[in-house]
């Protein structure tokens, strides 16, 4: 069994599927699904446990990264972030030569893709340390496997 490094998972943020670009120097991201249930015991049933349903499903995608200012920079910056866009999003194992800073998308069934909302992005700038931002996003409709390979 082979692990994988936090470096080679990474959110990749874009107009469309052939539009995505890695966040760039992204520190850590994490992507959340969750199930809504609800109780559906009523006073006809016979059992004694709670009987729970699912109601619905989301998720939402968090990425951290530094603050850079760089015209050559093909990534993601906190720059080009706006606040209430719609998004696609995806989630995927990546790789790279030396130099290529791990953006390299691989085909595997790690790779989620969906549409999200930026709904939340932080910028922090302490005294004597790198300045950062965190985007959060909301799903917004479904996230689908879009991998093939093997993991």
Known sequence: MANIKGENLR???GDD???LACVAASTSCQIHLALQVE????????????IREPVGINWDA?????????DTETGITADSLQVGR???????????????????????L?????????T????????QDESVFTAQ???????????????
């Not at 109780?39 to 709670?50: A, F, G, Q, S």
């Not at 790690?110 to 930026?118: D, K, P, R, S, V």
């Not at 939340?120 to 302490?126: E, F, G």
């Open 137 to 151: 996003f909301t799903g917004h409709g479904d996230l689908n496997r879009t991998g093939t390979g093997t993991l």
């Open 11 to 13: 959110v990749l943020l």
């Open 17 to 19: 599927d052939q539009h």
């Open 62 to 70: 968090q990425v951290d990264a530094l603050i850079v200012i760089d």
């Open 39 to 50: 109780e559906d015991t009523t006073k006809d049933t016979d059992d004694d446990w709670i």
């Open 120 to 127: 939340d992005l932080q910028l922090t700038a302490q005294n």
């Open 86 to 108: 719609v998004y696609r999003l995806r989630f995927s194992q990546t790789a790279g030569a030396a130099g290529e800073q791990n953006r390299d998308v691989v085909d595997n």
């Open 110 to 118: 790690l790779q989620l893709t969906g549409n999200a909302i930026l």
